[in-house]
């Protein structure tokens, strides 16, 4: 569809407001929370990878991507959380110490709070610790970790570790691009969810 591509196209531009003003666009044309997220939005994070990888892009440009991409999430965010949904339980999330990535996270804070669900952001870098005050605080249901560099998966399993000393028992729920479904099971932890849109499912089955 022309206009998911445009605003694909905007994020790997770093255009904000274009894809801003593209996602009000393709709301009124009708098209889905998901489809606007999957097709256009997470779609130019998709062209921008690579090319970061391969040196053809630096870090202010996957920045400025970044942040386009973020002004398309506000936009349907509006789409997604509406103020009618019965709240399912709490979920604490975060990304963990040593990793500051959190657009993924941040898709799947919105889907989650659109499908009911209290969700307690602590951003990002965060020792174990800060999830287990938190817990201490929130007595969530669930607790989701994510991770996007190899280098930070030992922290995953660091912080599952910890969480299961503690005598309030929220099932942990990971993920993150290098985390796997064989990698959540190696460090016990609850559940694996591959996206935002499978994490609002594998919530629905941890707490059900
Ligand atoms: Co970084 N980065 N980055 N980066 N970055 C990656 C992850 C990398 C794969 C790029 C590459 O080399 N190809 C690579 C990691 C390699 C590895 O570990 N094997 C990498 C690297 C190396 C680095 C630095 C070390 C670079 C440097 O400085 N030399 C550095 C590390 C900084 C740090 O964290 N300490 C770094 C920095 C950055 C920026 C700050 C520039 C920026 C982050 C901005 C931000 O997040 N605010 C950035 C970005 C944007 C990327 C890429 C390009 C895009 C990540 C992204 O947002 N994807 C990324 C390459 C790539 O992934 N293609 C890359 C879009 C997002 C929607 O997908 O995050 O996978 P994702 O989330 C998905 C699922 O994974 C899942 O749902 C989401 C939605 O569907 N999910 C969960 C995520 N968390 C979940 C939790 C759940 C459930 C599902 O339950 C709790």
């Known amino acids: 569809m022309e206009i998911l591509d445009g605003i694909r196209d905007a994020v790997v531009a770093g255009d904000a407001l274009e894809t801003k003003e593209l996602c009000q666009r393709a709301i009124e044309e009708g098209c889905s929370a998901s489809q606007i997220l999957e097709e256009g939005l997470i779609a130019g994070m998709n062209v921008i990878g690579p090319r970061f990888k391969n040196n053809e892009v630096f870090v202010p440009e996957v920045l400025i991507a970044a942040r386009a991409m973020h002004s398309g ?3 349907i965010k509006t789409l997604i959380v509406s103020s009618d949904v019965k709240e399912k ?3 604490v999330i975060g990304t963990v110490k040593g990793d500051l990535h959190d657009i993924g996270k941040n898709l799947v804070v919105i889907m989650l709070e659109g499908s009911g669900y209290k969700v307690i952001d602590l951003g990002v870098d965060l020792a174990a610790e800060k999830f ?3 817990v201490e605080q929130y007595q969530p249901q669930i607790v989701g970790l994510s991770a996007l560099l190899t280098t930070t ?3 995953m399993k660091n912080t599952v570790d910890t969480l299961r000393t503690l ?3 929220p099932k942990i729920m990971v993920g993150g691009a290098p985390v796997s479904q064989e990698f959540c099971d190696q460090i016990g932890a609850d559940a694996y969810a591959a996206d935002a849109a499978s994490a609002v499912e594998i919530a629905n089955a941890l707490i059900a």
Request: glycine residues 14%.
């Open 132 to 134: 287990v005050e938190a």
């Open 89 to 91: 339980g709490t979920i």
């Open 73 to 75: 999430m506000d936009v």
């Open 153 to 155: 998966m030992g922290q």
């Open 167 to 169: 005598k309030l028992k």
